[in-house]
């Protein structure tokens, strides 16, 4: 095989490896997102046999982690990747990591739901705004997934934005559960748990804004964490400028 031919098929081997990774990424993605959805599920129906599967299906999450990270580190050690290429590995590795900390949230939700069952209790007052919450959770971390899907930095832009609504919702939500606990504080353990179920979901927010932060990072090269999700905007546009 000749030089030029042999550095095309390593570049094909390269380049398939690559698509690959990125094809596990959304592979992980999937699952988490149905183990979100499943947890908020079970907690808002009171459904425990829902709330099991969840929480015993974290390990899938886990084990894609720990796959696709040692997978990224091969990649980098064979190919020693540059500029684009090794942005898109630094994004996948950083990408799972949230996602193996959305799966750990959401199997939070489900062991809250799981303590809800167990305790028979039929007040559902408690609960009310965490399925609101929970429905915009869902649809940021679908967006935020598409938008890796599809490498689309302005939708990043647009997604990343929504989870300033997520944080009011989260701080309206505990306004409210403390109004509930102190009309009646035989309430106080219940309405704790839908605290802490609130907050994973809030804390899944953060985590879906920052894989929108990872797709601006990966088409811009512009790295925008620690940031407003104003500045997020202007930052990503004045690089596209620069980049003109």
């Known amino acids: 095989m000749e030089k030029a031919d042999l550095g095309h098929h390593i570049s094909q081997q390269f380049n398939q490896e690559l698509e690959d990774v990125r094809n596990r990424v959304m592979q ?3 699952i988490v997102e149905q183990q979100l959805n499943d947890a908020i599920m079970a907690l808002t129906t009171m459904d425990m046999t829902l709330a099991e599967v969840v929480v015993t299906n974290d390990y899938k999450v886990n084990r894609l982690e720990v796959d696709i990270d040692e997978e990224c580190t091969t990649i980098l050690a064979r190919r020693q990747p540059a500029a684009s290429d090794l942005r898109l590995l630094m994004a996948i590795i950083k990408t799972i990591t949230d996602l193996e900390r959305i799966g750990d949230e959401a199997e939070r939700v489900g062991r809250m739901a799981l303590k809800f069952s167990e305790a028979d209790s039929k007040e559902s007052k408690a609960l009310l705004g965490i399925g609101h919450m929970g429905e915009r959770v869902q649809k940021i971390l679908h967006d935020a997934l598409d938008a890796f899907a599809r490498m689309d930095a302005e939708a990043a832009v647009k997604i990343a934005k929504q989870d300033k ?10 306004r409210q559960l403390m109004t509930y606990m102190m009309e009646d504080p035989r309430s106080i353990p219940r309405v704790i748990g839908v605290m802490w179920s609130a907050r994973a979901l809030e804390r899944i927010g953060d985590r879906a804004r920052n894989i929108c932060e990872y797709v601006i990072y990966l088409v811009k090269g512009k790295d925008v964490r620690h940031t407003t999700s104003e500045q997020v905007g202007n930052d990503a546009r004045d690089h596209h400028k620069n980049d003109e």
Request: no cysteine; aromatic share 8%.
């Open 165 to 174: 609504k997520v944080d009011e919702e989260y701080e309206n939500i505990l």
């Open 28 to 30: 992980m993605g999937g």
